[in-house]
């Protein structure tokens, strides 16, 4: 079974600097799919970033960007230039290429600071 | 497109009544989900539709719960004899076939408490 492991449950950083969420996961796939979602106080959850694990290439979305190591099996996302609307939990989950369910981790919490 | 909508919002019950919310996907969508999301936890995957057919259910979907997408647009999911560890705050999600992109869009949850 796959599982999804996110070891920070708590990060805070001043608006403006760049901090980086952690996300390992195990699995015996090889193909399947990474994401990160976000999910602002009181509010639905939302896509931030994806990555296909058979694409080499990290993704990156304007000031988001993953670091995806297949080998060791980890996925982390780093927020530039953060902005207080980051505040949110963030989710990384997995998704195996023969079906559609994602499995999650159990969030981190992160605070940006004015 | 206004996105996924989910009603209610907020549920409160008393334990052993039973339980109904709905979900209205996203309109192209053809891929329904339902996810259970305890406080503090990632959401936990029960139960996804693509049309009308029911594909795949969780372990975590005891008997007494039982999800249906009748024509393939909005889903209904009920919760008999609710237990007070049926609280949670309940996800649905859409997405599509045909953009390849795997992305689901989540609705705003129903918050339920069972009392």
């Known amino acids: 079974a796959q599982t999804v492991t996110q070891s920070q449950p708590e990060m805070s950083v001043q608006e403006a600097e760049t901090v980086t969420l952690s996300c390992t996961y195990d699995?015996?796939?090889?193909?399947?799919?990474l994401f990160w979602y976000k999910q602002p106080p009181s509010r639905q959850m939302i896509l931030v970033i994806r990555?296909?694990?058979?694409k080499q290439q990290n993704a990156t979305e304007n000031r988001f960007s993953v670091n995806f190591q297949k080998a060791a099996k980890s996925f982390s996302l780093k927020i530039s230039d953060s902005q207080l609307g980051d505040t949110a939990m963030y989710f990384c989950a997995f998704m195996k290429d023969s079906n559609y369910q994602l499995i999650w981790g159990a969030g981190t919490k992160l605070i940006i600071k004015p | 497109d206004t996105g996924v909508s989910q009603d209610p919002r907020h549920k409160i019950t008393k334990r052993g009544q039973n339980v109904t919310f709905r979900c209205d996907p996203i309109?192209?969508?053809?891929?329904l989900y339902w996810y259970r999301q305890t406080l503090g936890q990632g959401p936990e995957f029960l139960t996804y539709?693509?049309?009308?057919?029911?594909?795949?259910k969780s372990r975590l979907l005891s008997d007494r719960f039982s999800a249906e997408r009748p024509k393939g647009s909005f889903s209904t999911l009920e919760i008999q004899r609710t237990e007070q560890g049926d609280s949670a705050m309940y996800l649905c999600a859409s997405s599509s076939t045909g953009d390849g992109s795997y992305e689901q869009y989540f609705g705003p949850g129903t918050r339920l408490t069972v009392t």
């Open positions: 699995t015996s796939e090889n193909n399947y799919y």
């Open positions: 539709f693509q049309n009308e057919a029911q594909l795949e």
């Open positions: 990555q296909e694990a058979y």
């Open positions: 309109s192209e969508h053809n891929r």
